[in-house]
Nanobody
Framework: QVQLVESGGGLVQAGGSLRLSCAAS????????MGWYRQAPGTQRELVAT???????TYADSAKGRFTISRDNAKNTVYLQMNSLKPEDTAVYYC???????????????WGQGTQVTVSS
């Protein structure tokens, strides 16, 4: 069983910064990729950023130049540094991981519970 625990959300004024963290624990052989998604009220959950075990990153257009995703493979942890925050960044941010529990097992997708990020004007 795998669990993802998120932290770092909160209230910040426009132009400020937040750093989100997500740690995976449980039965893990390897984590192939981790990422962050977000969902504002009444909207579909959307990708913010992802990173593979080898360090290949992807970003939503809205995040490029402002957000940075990073990871510590030894700690099974992914981070999202968010700078120059805007009110439209307000959402619940969810951690995501693609995990192999055994060497030849299936790659499974796991989600955290989400952490609220609110950016005021």
């Amino acid at each position: 069983q795998v669990q993802l625990v998120e932290s770092g959300g909160g209230l910040v004024q426009a132009g400020g910064s937040l750093r989100l963290s997500c740690a995976a624990s449980g039965s893990i052989f390897s984590i192939n990729a981790m990422g962050w998604y977000r969902q504002a009220p009444g909207t579909q959950r959307e990708l913010v950023a992802t990173i593979t075990r080898g360090g290949i990153t992807t970003y939503a257009d809205s995040a490029k130049g402002r957000f940075t995703i990073s990871r510590d493979n030894a700690k099974n942890t992914v981070y999202l540094q968010m700078n120059s925050l805007k009110p439209e960044d307000t959402a619940v941010y969810y951690c995501d991981a693609k995990i192999l529990q055994t060497r030849w097992g299936a790659e499974l997708r796991y989600w955290g519970q989400g952490t609220q990020v609110t950016v005021s004007s």
